[in-house]
């Protein structure tokens, strides 16, 4: 366990606002030298109980279900090479899902197979290998386990991304949830506004459900173009609480 670590930010990678979060994310470790360890949190497993053909959209349980997937091959690949290789392989995961043009030809479910992953570890710098940990439902007990301590920071009725400042004495939040990259220039000065927020002992929440699409190229949503706006329950896209 990485105990010195500035932030930790529990992710799943088929999250979209996760991932813009974890870019932001980036952007201000490069400029202000934070220690991030990336940890797990799978939506699959928060929406364990939950009917997916009454309250989601129709591809929403394929695509968790791959992120489960997903992180057990992360799981694996932190347990055989050190917590280290995991921001990387999140990158790479998150570059190949949301930051590609969406390819009509594939469902969601796609993202959880070899075919998809394989040139991931690759490009990772990780062996292909890794990939059998795909159906190898061992790996669900570390990942339930980190969902749970992830939850237990925030409360349950969130999404993804959980981001823990300071750990451990630190606070929790779900998000902060953004459609937009900000420019270089903005990362550090928005970050320093959740910061402060953060660093207030009283602050609870700040919330609002509409947001816009993403401004991801998965989305069909250019750096220059402002994502069509959707309302989100409970920090997902359900239909019915």
Known sequence: MVDDAEIHLYFDPV??????????????????????????????????????????????EAGHTAGLRLLRVAARARAEHGREVVGPLYAAMGTAIFDCEPDPSTDAGYRGTREFVEPILTEAGLPVELAEALDDDRWDEEISAETDEALALTGKDVGTPILHFEPPAGVAFFGPVISRLPTEEQAGELWDHVIALARFPGFAELKRSLRERPQLRAFGVTEDEVGLQEDWHGGSRRQKR
Request: hydrophobic share 40%.
């Open 15 to 60: 999250c979209p606002f996760c991932w813009m979060t974890s870019k932001w994310l980036r952007m201000v470790q490069a400029q202000r030298g934070y220690t991030v360890d990336w940890r797990f949190i799978s939506l699959r497993l928060v929406n364990a109980t939950v009917d997916y053909d009454a309250h989601f959209p129709p591809e929403y």
